[in-house]
């Protein structure tokens, strides 16, 4: 029986890979709040791309297409979890974390996990990942309008629940 030989690899998808993953990952957990569900995303999220390499190499911005796949699998997945809210980091614990605001911190992470997704997303790719308005709508393949009112929104109930806490902090 003849072997054939092991399938080759673009070296700019292995490229692109050692490049942005971490990034990707990292936007992934602040999405879908759970380390695990992140790295099956990310994993999801490349494999798509790299069936079609080719097309996504030629784009100006390979990187926000990806993210847009990324934004997409998180939706399908938060909609299989159900509507309620996602803990953030619920299998790992909070992180030590050698700064005194360390409260506010994992008060943020908190509110932020009790966000519908559409709203975390925006939050997390604009000032997580700083995107513009217009890549933020890209990638999640929204207009622009959208993300302003889903910011808008987002950053309103951020701000009110981070007054109760401070409110019960200082009580």
Partial sequence: MKRRPPPTVDPGFVEFVAARSA????TAVLIVGDRHAAEDLVQGALERAYRHWDRVAAMDAPEAYVRRILANLAADH?????RGALPLMEHD???PDAYPDV??????????SQLPPRMRAVLVLRYYDDLTEAQIAEALGISVGTVKSQAARALAKLREAMAAHEEERTA
Avoid: M
């Avoid at 990034?23 to 990292?26: D, I, K, M, V």
């Fill in 103 to 112: 409260d506010e911190h994992d008060a943020v992470i908190r509110i932020l």
């Fill in 93 to 95: 614990g909070a992180a």
């Fill in 78 to 82: 938060h909609r299989r979890r159900g």
């Fill in 23 to 26: 990034a990707l990952f990292r």
